[in-house]
């Protein structure tokens, strides 16, 4: 808003200033035009009178009769040599000639006398000195012409302002997560119009978002008990199926109860009144305890461990934490031919990362945004051997938002590589250098 208000003003100040020049430059033009021909034709007369009189007389009585004249006219008078005076060549040449030269830095008047070297100097003249300060005059219209401005445009954009202020922070609120977060304008106000708007958009979005976490509790809700009954009812046909059969339909169930429960977490994870279980740890033990269940998951694979000697402090959710790694291993398993690379790294005191790599065919460039979304599979996952309904990494993503931190898909020259983000808080006082060597554990 503060931008807003001073494009405004410098935009107002610059057209009046624009036309207050030009006015004033008009008439200072044409004013000083007509007060030098008017003190010229004033004083051309009495310049010449003197210049003539004080060549009849000899050099030596000139300052008897300069002295007469100055105080008979209440003005500095003095001669000085042509060559001494602090001109420019063409008003030398000019005072040669025999005219008239006004000199508005010392506000004086210069005329040569005739038959010599010499020139009559008078003033300073009080009228020439006036016209001189005017230029500081103008100089302070200039500057109360700002003020004069400023003031009331001030004046009349502190109410929009402050109601600029109030909705960019109830938009604010609402981007971060607070659904009931409402700009509620006065109706006197000029944004009233505006902050009803919002706030019906804002309600509106509330009872989507509401309405969709509803539905997909509900209906996740709702399957378990079908499901229940279809497992029970399995096991009571008549005859019983052969063993293929019933595993391939116990598969089946088995993935869609995995489904009904991914749907429920991430659920949960996208509530922004979801409290975060704070505990500290340090996860270069954690992760290196944390490597036989890891391995679990991909028993054809190799799953390595690579963390600093020194130990990385962090505080936060573990249970999530855990379900984040096991939802990033178990997708580098499905899409890796044989390794899945760990590592733990800490770049700077305030960040750690906790990658995963695997030597799979890898993703596209144009594909690292949108592998995030929910029910997002690519072409090369949806082949029903990988299993994968496309919700573990926008779990991923909602559990580092949740602690502050980033899921991002890094560059790499085989396979894919995710860095899973996070943020060190203040209160652990575990940081540690970056420069630690890496200790392997397989």
Known sequence: MRHLFTQFYLLVFGCFLVAALLMGGIYQFTEERTGNRYLEGLVQDFLDRLTQELATVPQPQWPAKVDDFSQRLHLALHTAPLDTQPLAREDIAFLQAGNIVIVEDDATFRQRIPNSNMVLIIGPVPYLSFRHEQHWLVLGFIVLLGLSLAIPILLWMRPHWRDMQQLEAAAKRLGNGELNARAALDNSSSLATLGHTFDQMAQRLQELISGRKQLTDAIAHELRT??????????LLEPAPSQADSAALEHDIEALEFLIEEMLTYSRLNQPELPLQLSDMELG????????????????HRVTLSCPMAPIY?????RLLARAMDNLVGNAVRHGHSEVQIRLTQDTPQWICLSVQDDGPGVATKEAQRIFEPFVRLDESRDRRTGGIGLGLAIVRSIAQLHGGEISLQPSNQGALFCLKLPVHLDTNGYQSSTDPQHPAA
């Open 314 to 318: 962090w505080r936060g959710d573990v």
């Open 285 to 300: 033990q954690w992760a290196r305890e944390r490597l036989a269940d890891w391995q679990a998951q991909g028993a054809a």
């Open 226 to 235: 079908p499901l229940v009954r279809l497992r029970y009812r399995l096991a």
